[in-house]
């Protein structure tokens, strides 16, 4: 076959034409809507209630990630286990119960009740994520996955810019009970469009039965006999205690380093997604010359950049540009990240490798957003972010040993 003819073959085209993917991508787009609306409304409206207490503030973040320190490896078990479609589909409808239920208690007026909403869906989405990893592996080609990943990418930053300006819109413009129905509504056309998916592959019958705490035990196993996975784990851990760091505080670096209202936040966000728009496309072009964990390294240096200038500016168009920035490199994080574990995870244990390094991350990351609130009423904001790209350049420093060989050619074996 000629190179034109591969090119044609794995081209946009392909992708475009590979139904899984368009599938995904269409039912992305409805959980990112309700996604944003959810996060910007839940934030402004706790804001509100509490005259913008930071402890409180940040009680937010801890609902929406402490779950997937919690919930990520059983989560990830269990897509092992089950049908990817019926699993996504599920969580999905699952989700859009928990928001309705919240709805009705907001009608009797108990407020404190909307972090229940962001709880259930960030649990729930523990299983729906790797399952999603699952058909990528099983339905699309080889070739055809990084530009699948980074067409997923460029969705989420998409809705960078727009989820906050549509979360803020519905909130101010509808209040809190017409947010929490848009939520709902999101998550159930999300289920409805995954009915579109490909029938879910017959299970082997010849499979020996195992129960989950085998299954769990095999998923450390299979992560300690990789020495890319286990420094991959270690650079998750250091990424999630510097984001961590300065995830509840955005507003503060608003109100506080830069003298505007709390609304400007949706502004910074912009500014981060039009930098990952068009880094998409730039790690797009040159992700097949660089090694993915050169990506990873190249993109969490750019954050800490983006940290320690956020942290020192107190001029809005400064910090909107070292947000830019920060937003530029970060597709090669994630591209970076995706590639490494697809290309050293084999189908099977896809959703336990992914609930094993979510929970390093994020059990990293609650850590250091429980301590932000308290943090923030002690410590100059400042220290904060500088302390964040500090971590960040750590977690650079354990990719080190494996930064010159492809990590596919180093495979599963190592350390076995």
Known sequence: MTETAEQENF?????????VIRTILLSVFFLQIGIWVRNYSILLYVIEKTNENPVAVSLISVAEFAPIFLFSFIGGTFADRWRPKRTMIWCDLLSAISVFAVLLTLFFGSWKMIFFATLISSILSQFSQPSGMKLFKLHVPEQLVQMGMSMYQTMFALFMILGPILGTFVFQRYGILAAVGVMGVAF????????????????????????????????????????????????????????????????????ERLGLPKENLQWLMAAFGIGMILGG???IAVAKKVLPQMLLSIGMA??????????????????????FFSGLFMPCIHIGINTMILQNTEEAFIGRVNGILNPLFMGAMVITMSAAGWLKTNLSIVYIYEASAILLFIGIITLLPIMKKPAASRGLKEGM
């Open 11 to 19: 081209g946009m085209g392909a992708l475009f034409r590979n139904q």
């Open 188 to 255: 159930l056309l999300s289920a409805a469009i995954l009915l579109m998916l490909p029938k879910d592959p017959e299970p082997e019958k010849e499979k020996p039965k195992t129960t989950l705490m085998q299954e769990m035990k095999q998923g450390f196993g299979y992560v300690l006999n990789s020495r890319v996975l286990t420094l991959l784990g270690g650079c998750f851990a250091a990424a999630g205690l510097a984001i961590g760091l300065t995830q509840p505080l955005g507003v503060f670096l608003i109100t």
């Open 281 to 283: 496309g730039i790690t």
């Open 302 to 323: 750019a954050s800490a950049i983006g940290m320690v200038g956020m942290g020192l500016s107190t001029e809005l168009w400064l910090t909107l540009g070292f947000q």
